[in-house]
């Protein structure tokens, strides 16, 4: 029997930047956790989630003092069969509470600023939905960033320019530049920036953003991503200032300094009528009644204890990793800043050579399949030749990065001796072709 012809093809159906997308990559895409590895790559809290409990192991909640909140996660768990506040007002008062520092204010938040999300890419995502029109509006990117700009940018069919960070002055943003392109372009709508930088571990000047936002002509929304503001100096975040400026956008999440990445909760600090925009977007159940229950016991004063206790052992191993790594052979410069919870380092063609992709890819391989331990390669990155992310662990997780970085470095050299200069120049290719 004949088949007839099947008139759908999916090379037509779908759209056309779809099919080119290439998707955001992970380490854990390549090395899965099997529970014996140790996780330095996602720039997770290894030392779990910021959640306060009782003697009896329960959560608290609320600004509890005296007992556990077990009948309030009951009576929550009695209820699934029920949709979620769609509002989150709760949640969100106690995100102004716990961002209203007056540090760069005198005005408060209040619950009209914000927008929650399933994590910060919600938040990437319906900023673009808002505010470009798609194969026609631009966003503008300062690489070495975030990739999930890009990446949402080319789902949503906007095109992105790029103006880079200045790799030789620590990666710093470049103002001047950002303006002049702006003036150029009226398409362009939104600007993201990484505050600190991912990867580059450095906080944005809030000078160099003023004068962004001062642009005498743009009209057009800065977006600043404070995902790891918790690990930089207290009196970081400018999510209160938001009050003063009717187009900035401020975002931050709970995956990182409260290690509640697995709830994926999302925040955007803005004025109140983009704020409204962006509620009246989304999907009307975006967080789910686990998701708000538990961000709102880590927002409880207990729990933010208890956070920033783990933070203060996650500085004090980043302190450790500053002073130890470059005792190690092959180890160079560190890259950017110090102001979040991970560290962007050189590897070395050899020991006092010069930053090597090809020798930076084969330790950030040989740590996660002989030893177990799982970085991120960066090296493709803009500025950022030989490099590798880690994040900071917890001591014991430190203490055998170190011993398995020193002796895989001092192997990856010993097999270089031995390699041809063909198969030496065939490895360097390989590795530069390498998708960070």
Not at 114 to 134: K, T, W, Y
Not at 162 to 184: C, H, M, W, Y
Not at 285 to 294: E, K
Not at 420 to 425: A, D, G, V
């Amino acid at each position: 029997m004949t088949q007839k012809p099947f008139p759908f093809d999916l090379e037509k159906c779908a759209r056309p930047n779809i099919l080119a997308l290439q998707p955001y990559r992970c380490a854990r895409d390549d090395y899965k956790d099997n529970g014996r590895n140790i996780l330095l790559d996602a720039n997770e809290n290894a030392y779990g989630p910021g959640l306060a409990a009782d003697g009896n192991g329960y959560l608290v909640a609320k600004g509890c003092t005296d007992g556990a909140v077990q009948e309030e996660l009951v009576s929550m768990l009695k209820c699934l069969n029920r949709y979620p506040d769609p509002h989150q007002l709760d949640l969100k008062q106690l995100f102004c509470r716990f961002r209203n520092t007056h540090t760069h204010t005198v005005r408060s938040l209040s619950p009209g600023n914000l927008f929650v999300g399933v994590g910060s890419d919600e938040a990437i995502d319906a900023l673009l939905r808002c505010f470009c029109r798609p194969g026609t509006d631009k966003i503008l990117t300062c690489p070495p960033t975030y990739g999930m700009y890009t990446v949402s940018a080319q789902v949503n069919d906007i095109e992105v320019v790029k103006v880079p960070l200045d790799a030789a002055d620590g990666f710093t943003l470049r103002p001047d530049a950002i303006n002049e392109a702006l003036s150029q372009d009226e398409t362009i709508k939104l600007v993201y920036f990484c505050s600190p930088g991912n990867p580059t571990g450095n906080l944005v000047e809030k000078s160099a953003l003023r004068r962004v936002l001062e642009h005498p002509t743009w009209n057009g929304i800065v977006v600043l991503d404070e995902a790891y503001i918790d690990f930089a100096s207290d009196g970081s975040s400018l999510a209160e200032w938001v009050v003063e400026w009717p187009n900035l956008v401020v975002m931050q999440t709970l995956s990182k300094a409260f290690g509640l990445a697995g709830i994926r909760l999302g925040v955007a600090f803005t004025s109140p009528p983009i704020a409204k925009l962006l509620n009246s977007m989304k999907a009307p159940y975006n967080i789910s009644s686990p998701t708000s229950t538990l961000a709102i016991s880590a927002l409880s004063p207990k729990s933010l204890a208890v956070m920033r206790a783990h933070r203060a052992q996650i500085l004090t191993q980043r302190e450790r990793m500053l002073a130890t790594l470059p005792q190690i052979p092959g180890i160079g410069r560190f890259l950017g800043g110090q102001d979040a919870n991970f560290l962007l380092v050189e590897i070395l063609d050899k020991p006092g050579g010069k930053p090597c992709n090809r020798v930076a890819l084969a330790l950030y391989e040989g740590l996660a399949e002989k030893k177990g331990v799982v970085v991120r390669f960066r090296g493709k990155e803009l500025g950022c030749e030989g490099g590798l992310r880690i994040t900071v662990g917890t001591e014991d997780e430190v203490g055998r990065l170190l011993v398995e970085v020193r002796q895989t470095l001092g192997e990856i050299y010993s097999e270089r001796k031995g390699l041809s200069s063909s198969k030496e120049m065939a490895k360097e290719k390989e590795a530069n072709g390498t998708i960070a």
